[in-house]
């Protein structure tokens, strides 16, 4: 396509398929190895380097078969959680989790609850709010930074595809938000003590004939104790 750079990585083993990014060939960018078992994944991986007095931009593009195996799971989270280390991260595609609950943060599955907490334990935002294909939230855009990716926007179906085109922007200087909320600083904690305060809860005897969320609400106030 004139006037952009492309960079696309083939379906391994099949016929058809891959991914592909397409960059303003205006933007200085380089394709990024990652160097971990990037043969099994349909991933890849762009910096962007950023203009004067804004910082580099990596972009990911992943697309998740839902036969994927878990082999090629911890792969790829092993590939976000490296990515995620950069300053600035948005990573978009189709990643094949349909029973995620983004609102409550919660899934029943076990492949969707190890992605979410890949998402989780790497600090992820996910910023796509409307469900996009039969009523499932497949096609995801995750950043490291809030205020990243703004104005996103469902345009309809490309051709024939039963997915939607999703519409967004990369802010390159995020915004600042202010939060209101006052929080603790847990790099000054004990963390021995309050690992022994926890180990003290006798958790049979008091979660015993408990649904889940009453010994959710029990160990949360065992927690908040602890904490205080």
């Keep these: 396509m004139v006037g952009y750079r492309f960079f696309r990585k ?3 083993g099949r016929q058809g398929g891959g991914i592909v990014l397409y960059v303003n060939d205006q933007l200085e ?4 190895y990652l160097g971990m ?6 991933s890849l991986w762009v910096r962007i380097k950023g203009r004067a007095g804004a910082g580099d931009v990596i972009v990911g593009v992943c697309y998740r078969p839902p036969d994927q195996e878990d082999r090629a799971d911890e792969a790829l989270y092993r590939q976000i959680g490296a990515a995620s280390r950069s300053q600035a991260l948005v990573l978009m595609g189709d990643f094949r989790h349909p029973h995620i609950c983004w609102r409550d943060n919660a899934a029943e599955h076990k492949q969707c609850r190890k992605f979410l907490e890949c998402v989780n334990d790497n600090f992820l935002l996910q910023v ?6 039969r009523g499932a939230m497949l096609d995801l855009i995750l950043t490291n930074k809030e205020g990243l990716v703004g104005d996103v926007k469902l345009k309809g179906s490309l051709g024939c595809s ?3 085109m999703v519409e967004f922007k990369i802010l390159r200087a995020a915004r600042r938000v202010r939060s209101k909320l006052t ?11 309050f690992r022994d305060l926890l180990g003290r809860i006798p ?5 015993e004939g408990r649904g889940a969320q009453d010994s959710w609400l029990i160990f949360k106030g065992h927690l908040l104790q602890a904490q205080e």
């Design 10 to 12: 083939n379906r391994q």
């Design 29 to 32: 960018c380089m394709e990024l």
């Design 37 to 42: 078992d990037e043969e099994l994944t349909e």
């Design 128 to 133: 796509i709010e409307e469900p996009m294909r």
């Design 162 to 164: 039963d997915h939607e």
């Design 183 to 193: 929080t603790l600083d847990f790099r000054r904690a004990d963390s021995g003590l």
């Design 203 to 207: 958790r049979d005897k008091a979660l």
